[in-house]
């Protein structure tokens, strides 16, 4: 009897979703005529790197005059691009045309901890991880014409053996990631740990 009762239910919700294909309505999930761009990517200001989907009817809009600063500290593989730092091209994208309208962001990135040698020069690189160069450096070239400001810590650049004048022209050298965290988020920036 329950073997009876499960195939005719069965044969009822194949019989409804059959009408439903056959009368022309679609799950809201499967309609592209309703939502055609969702899931085309696009790069509105940094094209390598940090894909977004257009969504300009989405709640919570990319506000103009934003301030974020991302504290990233996971390392990644020396012959890799750092995933984290990619994702701040993603920031970019996102204020640039992924809402409705492009948004005015002021974006910094503080580095330290495993994260800290992803911003030294290609020969310092090369000599230290036996690579050719840098993965990092075009995705950081990237940031900073966008108007990224990236920042490194000292501390923690010295406590891993490198020096200030290895650091590539791309980014900064604070006294420490907790000055330099602490003095913007004093500024108005909001804090957004990179925690992958």
Do not use: W
Not at 1 to 14: E, N, R, S, W
Not at 92 to 106: C, P, R, T
Not at 154 to 161: A, D, E, N, R, V
Request: glycine letters at 8%; charged letters at 20%; aromatic letters at 6%.
């Amino acid at each position: 009897m329950k073997y009876q009762a499960t195939v005719f239910a069965l044969i009822a919700i194949g019989g409804a979703i059959g009408f439903g294909v056959a009368s022309g309505q679609t799950s809201p999930l499967t309609d592209e005529s309703t939502h055609p761009d969702e899931s085309q990517y696009v790069n509105p200001a940094i094209k390598d790197y940090g894909k977004v989907v257009q969504l300009p009817n989405a709640a919570h809009q990319p506000r103009d005059g934003s301030r974020i600063v991302v504290d990233i500290t996971k390392g990644g593989d020396s012959d890799k691009l750092n995933p984290a730092i990619e994702k701040v091209c993603r920031f970019v994208n996102i204020y640039a045309g992924a809402g409705k309208e492009s948004a005015k962001v002021d974006i910094a990135v503080v580095l330290h901890g495993d994260a800290t040698l992803a911003i030294l020069r290609n020969d310092a690189y090369s000599t230290r991880f036996s690579s050719k160069a840098n993965p990092n450096l075009k995705c950081l070239s990237e940031l900073q014409k966008a108007g990224v400001k990236v920042y490194v810590c000292g501390q923690s650049l010295i406590g891993k053996g490198a020096k200030p004048s290895e650091v590539t022209e791309q980014v900064d050298v604070a006294v420490s990631a907790l000055t330099a965290l602490v003095n913007l988020q004093a500024d108005g920036y909001a804090y957004l740990p990179m925690l992958k």
